[in-house]
């Protein structure tokens, strides 16, 4: 019994700090005293193990404020996989980012809490799909967005995310690219670029869903407020927006703004992180959910952790290439 009162008071403290964050998020104290418990056995497990986790903006608030070592986008958290000094990587985010860690850090064990955080974009796309462009298209670079497999990017001459996608563009030799595999980001990119842009025919599920007559109704409604579009978003939605990039551009852009009222066209788990950082601010929500990151949660994170279980592995001929494609893009930077 006696035992019992010092894990009742590190749970209660445990739920405080969480509270700290989520209280912005309208999370009550009771929620968090639910989360309280398994977060304190995902963080001590972590130290046991020098484990780092690694969570997607697009992560549940319980994640991102709870077990999370580092948040951000591809981006940020391909660099950050590539930095640790940590001897296990747990990635909460979609197979693909989970892959990347696992390429920039082969002699790192990777580990991600369920295989079915698939990616709409990355299985829109196969190596086989990326040879026949290449063949259709010889001698142009191939610049493949992160959401993809490891064996597209290995086909890949250079990588890109959505915050860097047109740097990479233009620091691509020729006037041609073949930019794979979202549709709508690369009819975007075209309006920023006098390179000619090859595409394929992949589509997020997410951002595709929003439209401009959504967003001119929200803009009705809240004349003052400033819209931030995901790059993947249509072009008719990014043209009505006032920021097209990824979800680091966004951060950055309401860090700077003097507005304060911002609407983000992306997944919602992105408007919850920057509700708790800026709670000074306020947000208009037409977001929409992932099936796909939300597979991951505190549950699974404990038991793949505990059990060591759900490992990614790319084979080494593929590894190899495809880190040659990050690594340029990690030269070229945002
Ligand atoms: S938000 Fe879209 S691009 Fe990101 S993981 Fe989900 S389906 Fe893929």
């Not at 955080?117 to 990355?122: D, I, P």
Request: aromatic share 6%; proline share 4%; charged share 25%.
């Amino acid at each position: 019994m006696q035992l019992t009162v010092p894990l009742e008071i590190e749970i209660r403290e445990e739920a405080k700090r969480l509270f700290a964050n989520m209280r912005h998020l309208d999370y009550s104290m009771s929620e968090c005293m639910l989360f309280a418990p398994i977060t304190l056995k995902i963080n001590r497990l972590k130290k046991q193990k020098n484990a780092v986790i690694l969570a997607h903006n697009y992560q549940r608030p319980e994640i991102l404020f709870g077990v999370a070592d580092f948040t951000g986008d591809s981006f940020g958290l391909s660099v950050e996989a590539k930095r640790t000094n940590a001897d296990l990587i747990l990635f909460c985010g979609v197979v693909f980012m989970a892959e990347t860690a696992k390429i920039l850090n082969p002699s790192k064990k990777v580990l991600i809490s369920s295989l079915e955080a698939g990616c709409s974009l990355s299985e829109s796309i196969t190596a086989a799909d990326v040879r026949k462009l290449k063949a259709l298209h010889p001698n142009v670079p191939v610049v493949t967005y992160v959401n993809t497999s490891a064996e597209v990017k290995a086909e890949s001459d250079v990588c890109c995310t959505s915050a860097n996608a047109l740097k990479v563009i233009e620091a691509m030799p020729g006037n041609e690219v073949i930019f794979l595999p979202d549709i709508f980001m690369a009819q975007n990119l075209r309006k920023q670029t006098n390179k000619q842009i090859h595409s394929w025919n992949g589509k997020c599920i997410v951002h595709e869903i929003f439209t401009k007559e959504q967003i001119m109704s929200y803009k009705k409604q809240y004349p003052d407020m400033k819209v931030l579009a995901h790059l993947e978003c249509r072009p008719e939605v990014i043209e009505v927006s006032d920021l097209a990039g990824g979800t680091s551009d966004m951060y950055n852009f309401i860090k700077k703004s003097t507005a304060k009222r911002f609407m983000l066209v992306t997944e919602c788990g992105m408007s919850d992180l920057l509700r708790a950082r800026f709670p000074e601010k306020q947000f208009i929500n037409p977001c929409a959910v992932c099936p796909y990151m939300k597979k991951i949660n505190l549950e699974n994170i404990l038991g793949s952790l505990e059990k060591e279980k759900f490992e990614i592995s790319v084979p080494e001929p593929i590894r190899e290439k495809a880190q040659s494609a990050l690594d340029k893009m990690i030269a070229i930077g945002k």
